[in-house]
C-alpha cells in the first residue's frame, strides 16, 4: 500500500509529452508541417503571393505571411482560396486556409471535418460552429503545465464563418491557434 501512496502524486512526466505534429497529422496542412523550417514552408508551391509582416505586440509569434493558394491547393478534399502561415524562432506554428463554402449547410464544410476525422491521430470537440481536433492528457493539468504543453501540442481547428460563406481551418499548436483566434475575434 504505501508505493501505491507514493506514486498517486507523482507527476507522469508522459502525460505533459503532446503528439508529434507527424504523428497528430502526418501530411501535414498544405505539405506544411508544424515545427518546419520557416524559411523552407515560405518557398511552399502552394503560396503565391507571399506577403509577410512582422508581429510585434504577439509574444505566440513573430511573424505572419498571408498567400493566395495555387489554383490546385485542396485541405481535406476542398479547395482553398487564400490562407496564411505563422512563425515563431525559425520554425512554423501556426497554418491557416479559407475555404469558401455556399452557406451553414453545405455538405462540403461536413466532409471536410470528416475528412480530418479519419486522417488526424486524435479526438475532436465539436461546440457550436467550431471543431477542435486535439489529443490532451487524460488528466487534469495545473495552469503551469497546460501553459507548457500549450506551446508544443499540434491542434486542429475547423471553424463555420456563416456570415462570410468560409470555412477556415487553423493547424497550429495550441497557444498560437487560442493567439490568432483571438487577435481574429478583436
Known sequence: MSGAALSYGAQRVDDLVPQTPAAFLPEGMLGIQLGGSWAESKQN??????????TPDVTDFDEVCFFRAATA?????AEIHD???????????????????KNADDPLAESVVQSFQSKINSSFQHTGDNVLFVKLPARHLTAEELLGYSKKAPVLLVQLEAKSHELAVLYGYLAPVNAFGSLAAD
Open 45 to 54: 508551391p502552394s503560396l503565391h503571393e507571399l506577403a509577410c509582416q512582422p
Open 73 to 77: 491547393s485542396r485541405v481535406a478534399g
Open 83 to 101: 490562407g496564411f502561415i505563422v512563425r515563431k524562432g525559425d520554425h512554423v506554428v501556426l497554418v491557416g486556409t479559407g475555404i469558401t463554402i
